[in-house]
């Protein structure tokens, strides 16, 4: 039997914060990629069992929040 520990909730979260990141074309080359390096990192845990699905959603919103506030401030000014 397959198992796995993305519940859907879980790679909702991870897809939504890879779009935002997606959307970050106006930072640096460096800063995306540490940002890739985050939610590279964060989904390595999820499938290593060392972030329970309250601990990787909350590593997932974090980041799209900080993405989409990022984004939204650089469409407005």
Request: charged content about 25%; proline content about 3%.
């Given at each position: 039997?397959?198992?796995?520990?993305?519940?859907?909730?879980?790679?909702?979260?991870?897809?939504?914060?890879?779009?935002?990141?997606?959307?970050?074309?106006?930072?640096?080359a460096?800063?995306?990629?540490?940002?890739?390096?985050?939610?590279?990192?964060?989904?390595?845990?999820?499938?290593?069992?060392?972030?329970?699905?309250?601990?990787?959603?909350?590593?997932?919103?974090?980041?799209?929040?900080?993405?989409?506030?990022?984004?939204?401030?650089?469409?407005?000014g």
């Amino acid at each position: 039997m397959l198992t796995t520990l993305w519940t859907r909730s879980v790679l909702a979260a991870r897809l939504a914060a890879d779009t935002q990141l997606g959307r970050a074309t106006h930072l640096p080359a460096a800063e995306r990629a540490r940002l890739h390096l985050e939610l590279l990192n964060a989904s390595s845990d999820v499938d290593a069992g060392r972030l329970d699905e309250p601990e990787a959603l909350a590593a997932f919103d974090s980041l799209r929040d900080r993405l989409v506030e990022q984004n939204e401030a650089v469409t407005a000014g």
